[in-house]
């Protein structure tokens, strides 16, 4: 069991190091943009890291099923199957003067170079400059608070996912599922996992019209999956002492607890339909798809404090951030207006299978498995 174990890591790891380790290992300079505020910050963070978000909850959406066709009692499946989750153009890019960034009432006025920047889905170009100025502070008059450019994107348009999932045979025609990746580390502090329960039932049984057909098959399937992921992050004091006015006294260790935490969860249901031969299932459905992502910034930054004396800005210990950013962000892909469609194919030799498949939505995925079954 631990060789399969270890095994099922090795595999895990190759499919996610494609996608993550590039992708990912900048997600450390993401903590300059608290030099915004943490209100501004949340505003760029999810413009900046929903489409990813999105990308990975469609993601858990798919691979559910590859035959609608229920196990009997006992039976079981075991498929290891990987979902690559297209991100769509129009969520590669944001302009960061849509953001209404700045907060003129106090005096904390804005000025964001035209054009647009690139979401974490986007080319690898450097985003807006943004300048953030403070008017009127006493003794110093306008002085500029921080200025720079929005993070630049991975150049990865899609995301990926490796699944493993277990299915098993209750009463009648009725599957139980379960889904799982093991949690993986990567550079820069990085961990994934998932898991997810789900639930297929064939629903030709209580249709007399289809009772008695041969071959083909129509079940209901709904499931849930639950991903998180962590990345550290490092945003120190050292990042303003290019700036006039500064006063800086840092603490050794004190910022060094950064970390991003996406938490991820997605609920689908679908009616499934196949045509199952002798060796190739055809095999299709229509669904609806939600996800909900936490974003959240845990630990330490550094901010600045104008004194309002002595029109001095400190950066220490008092100024900084503590646990700034927790928000959701929510997508469905695939509603009762607008479902989900999904087409593929399974080939069986013996007790091994593979299958492919294709779902069509605005973040549409594709997928292959690999697998035992045993009905």
């Known amino acids: 069991m631990k060789r399969n174990n270890s095994l099922l890591r090795l595999l895990t790891i190759s499919i996610m190091l494609l996608f993550t380790t590039t992708a990912f ?21 999810e413009a900046y890291l929903s489409p990813y978000a999105n990308g990975m909850g469609a993601g858990l959406s798919a ?3 590859n035959t609608a066709k229920a196990h009997k009692l006992g039976g079981f499946d075991l498929t290891v199957s990987f979902n690559a989750t297209f991100i769509p153009s129009s969520a590669k890019s944001y302009d960061a003067n849509d953001l209404n960034l700045g907060d003129p009432t106090s005096g904390l006025t804005v000025d964001i170079a035209s054009g647009n920047s690139p979401t974490a889905a986007g080319s690898k170009d450097p985003g807006q400059q943004v300048s953030y100025y403070q008017e009127n502070v006493p003794v110093l008059g306008d002085i500029l608070m921080t200025q720079l450019d929005l993070p630049q994107g991975t150049g990865f348009a899609y995301t990926a996912m490796p699944v493993v999932q277990l299915g098993v045979g209750l009463v009648k025609e009725t599957d139980l599922q379960f889904r799982y990746s093991p949690d993986i580390e990567w550079g820069n502090g990085s961990k994934m996992g998932l898991w997810g329960v789900g639930l297929k039932h064939s629903i030709k049984q209580w249709i007399p019209a289809l009772k008695k057909l041969p071959v083909f ?3 209901l399937q709904g499931g849930y999956s639950s991903l998180k992921m962590t990345s550290d992050l490092n945003f120190q004091p050292s990042f303003y002492e290019d700036f006039p006015n500064y006063t800086i006294v840092e603490t050794p260790g004190y910022y060094d607890n950064q970390q991003l935490l996406l938490d991820i969860s997605n609920i689908t249901a679908n009616i499934i339909f196949s045509g199952d031969f ?17 974003l959240q910034l845990n630990g330490n930054y550094p901010f600045p404090y104008i004194d309002p004396m002595s029109g001095q800005i400190r950066i220490d210990e008092t100024t900084a951030l503590s646990d700034p950013i927790d928000i959701s962000i929510k997508s469905t892909d695939g509603s009762a207006t ?3 469609f999904n087409a593929g194919f399974r080939l069986k030799f013996a007790v091994v299978t593979i299958n492919f498949d294709y779902t069509y939505a605005n973040y549409s995925i594709a997928s292959a498995g690999l697998g035992i079954s045993f009905r």
């Not at 002798?278 to 936490?294: A, D, P």
């Open 63 to 65: 691979g559910w099923y």
């Open 25 to 45: 290992a900048q997600f450390e300079d993401l903590g300059k943009v608290l030099s915004t505020g943490p209100d501004d910050a949340e505003k760029i963070f």
């Open 217 to 219: 098959d129509l079940s």
């Open 338 to 340: 607008k479902p989900r």
């Open 278 to 294: 002798k060796i190739i299932c055809l095999y299709g459905g229509v669904g609806i798809s939600s996800s909900t992502t936490n």
